[in-house]
């Protein structure tokens, strides 16, 4: 059983910065389609950000392109969500997710929640205005 483990969440002001990460047992991910969701009170999960196996396909949501970036490390064995200029909106519980689809994935493909097996209890980040 693959277990998903985010950290890095927290409590910080409008305007700044936080990383999160998310890795696996065993070191899984390597072999994993892996994405971010979130999901704010009161509203539906919802898809940020997801990467390839290799790291050459990247997707974001319009709400955070260009303030966020994802990444994989050198051994592949580690996500990183790197969020900056983070507003209130962007508070919400974030939820790491892994799937094991081959092939060319399309920004409907990486956003869609049944495809991925494999998810994290999620981690908290607050935005304070």
């Known amino acids: 059983q693959v277990q998903v483990v985010e950290s890095g969440g927290g409590l910080v002001q409008a305007g700044g910065s936080l990383r999160l990460s998310c890795t696996s047992s065993?070191?899984?991910?390597?072999?994993?389609?892996m994405s971010w969701f979130r999901q704010a009170p009161g509203k539906e999960r919802e898809f940020v950000s997801g990467?390839?196996?290799?790291?050459?396909?990247?997707m974001y949501s319009d709400s955070v392109k260009g303030r966020f970036t994802i990444a994989r490390d050198n051994t592949k064995t580690t996500v990183f969500l790197d969020m900056n200029s983070l507003k209130p909106e962007d508070t919400a519980v974030y939820y790491c997710?892994?799937?094991?689809?081959?092939?060319?994935?399309?920004?409907?493909?990486?956003?869609?929640?049944?495809?991925?097996?494999?998810w994290g209890q999620g981690t908290q980040v607050t935005v304070s205005s």
């Open positions: 065993g070191g899984t991910i390597r072999f994993l389609r």
């Open positions: 990467i390839s196996q290799s790291g050459k396909t990247i």
């Open positions: 997710a892994g799937e094991t689809g081959v092939g060319v994935g399309t920004y409907e493909y990486y956003s869609t929640e049944h495809r991925y097996e494999y």
